[in-house]
């Protein structure tokens, strides 16, 4: 398994503003995926981080909104830019491993325990 | 699209059991299952891979239908600590590849 911690844990922010997230983890991995989960609601994909490459998004997020950085194995951050009120989410890190033989992989996949933002 | 859980909600007495299941529109390669008690990151429970394996952990047991795109969740026995959300995840193919996550279903276990 994965440890994973996440800075901060909360937050409250101001309209217009940009928080920068970042997510630590205890050993190198591939792929890091950062998540959004509203109030009462499921987990949604925001985009997908490979270290060395742009992070792929998701239908209905743009890079300009979230960027991300991957500088190394172990690293990213998310930056929810110009935020709004509607942004106001929990926001989670997590990181996926490949288990399995050859001919069976499966991923095991690890969350960090997220950041609570409030945008007034 | 993302997978549909039934119920959505249910409270259960200790010692009850209860099936949540999760069905797709699209060929499934696994289900994941995951469980998050509130103000908490969702924590991996099992996965299930293409072949109809049923697998276990502890008094908590799932299904794979991959013919039926769906898959159920088993809690017998029901304790306290059982008490969440839980949310199925699914994968096309396998590999590295996204997990797609469920509506999610809540379930509260009373004493």
């Known amino acids: 398994s994965a440890v994973i911690s996440q800075k901060p844990s909360r937050d409250i922010c101001q309209r217009g503003t940009s928080l920068t997230i970042q997510c630590q983890v205890d050993s190198q991995v591939t792929m890091m995926f950062w998540y959004r989960q509203q109030p009462g609601q499921s987990l949604t994909l925001i985009a997908t981080?490979?270290?060395?490459?742009?992070?792929?998004?998701e239908s209905g997020f743009v890079i300009d909104k979230f960027p991300i950085s991957r500088p190394n194995l172990t690293f990213s951050t998310l930056t929810v830019s110009n935020m709004s009120p509607e942004d106001s989410s929990i926001y989670l890190c997590s990181v996926e491993g490949l288990a399995g033989g050859p001919d069976r992989p499966y991923n095991e996949q690890f969350f960090g325990p997220g950041t609570r933002l409030t945008v007034l | 699209q993302q997978p549909v859980q039934s119920p959505q909600a249910v409270i259960l007495r200790e010692g009850e059991d209860a099936v949540i299941n999760c069905s797709s529109s699209?060929?499934?390669?696994?289900v994941h299952w995951y469980r998050q008690k509130h103000g908490e990151a969702p924590v991996f429970l099992m996965i299930l891979l293409k072949g109809g394996e049923q697998k276990g952990h502890e008094k908590i047991s799932a299904s794979f239908n991959e013919k039926k795109q769906q898959s159920s969740l088993y809690l017998t026995a029901s304790q306290l600590s059982y008490s969440g959300t839980y949310f199925c995840g699914t994968e096309n193919s396998g590999g590295y590849q996204k997990v797609t996550f469920g509506t999610g279903t809540k379930l509260q276990v009373i004493p």
């Open positions: 699209k060929a499934l390669y696994s």
């Open positions: 981080a490979n270290q060395g490459s742009e992070a792929t998004y």
